[in-house]
């Protein structure tokens, strides 16, 4: 296996772990792979910092409920030991104000890593 196949690998592995963490609507489960000097830019808005993250996360837990949130399409045009960049394709469905609704869009993840572990440095998630 390649360098660049292992870290593939292992990066595509802390996405799918991420993508599980959120579908647990647990946020105790996804605030560990979020840095703390993070950014996230969502349709509704741009957060800096864990705990603004942590709020706006929770809001989409409170607003869509049993949602199922799906990523796919892993394309890494950055990819080194410490620094990755990462585009995909992502779906979602749940409830909202009780209908069953879904959505799809785009993202992009920079990942990191820091003292031997990986975090999310920046989401771009787009409709």
């Given at each position: 296996?390649t360098?660049?196949?292992?870290?593939?690998?292992?990066l595509a592995?802390f996405?799918?772990?991420y993508?599980?963490?959120?579908?647990?609507?647990?946020?105790?489960r996804?605030?560990?792979?979020?840095?703390?000097?993070?950014?996230?830019?969502?349709?509704?808005?741009?957060?800096r910092?864990?705990?603004e993250?942590?709020?706006?996360?929770?809001?989409?837990?409170?607003?869509i409920?049993?949602?199922?949130?799906?990523?796919?399409?892993?394309?890494?045009?950055?990819?080194?030991?410490?620094?990755?960049?990462?585009?995909?394709?992502f779906a979602?469905?749940?409830?909202?104000?009780?209908?069953?609704r879904?959505g799809?869009?785009?993202g992009?993840?920079?990942?990191?890593r820091?003292?031997?572990?990986?975090?999310?440095?920046?989401?771009?998630?787009?409709?």
């Open positions: 296996m360098d660049r196949t292992a870290l593939e690998c292992e592995a996405m799918g772990k993508e599980q963490a959120n579908n647990s609507h647990d946020i105790s996804v605030v560990p792979f979020i840095a703390e000097e993070a950014v996230y830019w969502f349709s509704d808005g741009s957060y910092g864990i705990e993250i942590r709020s706006a996360i929770e809001k989409t837990f409170a607003r409920l049993d949602e199922v949130y799906e990523v796919r399409e892993l394309e890494w045009p950055v990819l080194t030991a410490d620094v990755a960049v990462c585009r995909y394709r979602w469905t749940g409830v909202v104000d009780g209908e069953l879904s799809q869009g785009r992009t993840n920079v990942i990191v820091r003292e031997g572990e990986l975090r999310m440095l920046h989401e771009h998630l787009s409709s």
